[in-house]
C-alpha cells in the first residue's frame, strides 16, 4: 500500500469516527431533551400566512390557541409569513403583537421570508423582536412537508 493510499484510508477513518462521534452527541442531547421534560411532538403544523387582512389575522390566532390549548405539548406549530403576510409580525403593522408573543410563550414559533421583506422594502428592524427569518419562505413550507409536517393555509 502507497502513502497516499494510507493517508486515504486514515481520513476515512477519520470522517467515518467523527459522524459517529456527531450521532452519539446528537442522541445524547435528544435524551436529555426528552428528561427535561422535552416531549417530540405528535402532531407538526406548518402555517402559511400570505395576507395582510386582520380578520385572516384574527382568525389564524384563534387557530393556534385552539390547537394549542387541545393539544398543548403534543404538538408543534410553525407560522410561515410570506408576501403580504409580513405585514401580521410588523411592529408597526400589526393589531395582534400581545396574541403573538403569547403564542411564542406557548411554543408556537413564528418565521418571516427574507425575500418578502426585500421585494417589499421591509427591514428586518422593523418586524417584531424574537422572529425567525428564513431565505425562502415557500422554501421552508415545502421543506416541513418533506419531512412529514401537516400544511395549513391560513384564510378563508
Known amino acids: 500500500m ?6 486515504l484510508l ?12 456527531l450521532l452519539v452527541v446528537a442522541s445524547s442531547y435528544t435524551a436529555l431533551a426528552q428528561k427535561k421534560g422535552g416531549k417530540k411532538p405528535k402532531h407538526k403544523i406548518i402555517m402559511q400566512l400570505t395576507s395582510n ?8 390566532i384563534k387557530q393556534l390557541n385552539n390547537l394549542k390549548e387541545g393539544w398543548g ?3 408543534a406549530i ?12 410588523g411592529s408597526d403593522k400589526t393589531q395582534f403583537k400581545d396574541e403573538i408573543y403569547a ?15 426585500k421585494e417589499r422594502k421591509v427591514a428586518k428592524e422593523s418586524i417584531l423582536q424574537d422572529m425567525l427569518f428564513v431565505k425562502m419562505g415557500i422554501g421552508e413550507i415545502v421543506e416541513k412537508q418533506e419531512q ?4 395549513i393555509k391560513a384564510g378563508f
Open 10 to 21: 486514515n481520513m476515512k477513518n477519520i470522517q467515518v469516527f467523527l459522524m459517529s462521534l
Open 78 to 89: 410553525e407560522v410561515v409569513c410570506h408576501g403580504p403576510g409580513i405585514d401580521f409580525l
Open 103 to 117: 403564542l411564542k410563550e406557548k411554543g408556537v414559533l413564528f418565521v418571516v421570508c427574507e425575500n418578502s421583506l
Open 53 to 60: 387582512d386582520v380578520a385572516v389575522h384574527k382568525g389564524l
Open 73 to 75: 405539548e403534543t404538538v
Open 148 to 151: 412529514g409536517w401537516t400544511y
Open 2 to 7: 502507497n502513502l497516499k493510499t494510507k493517508k
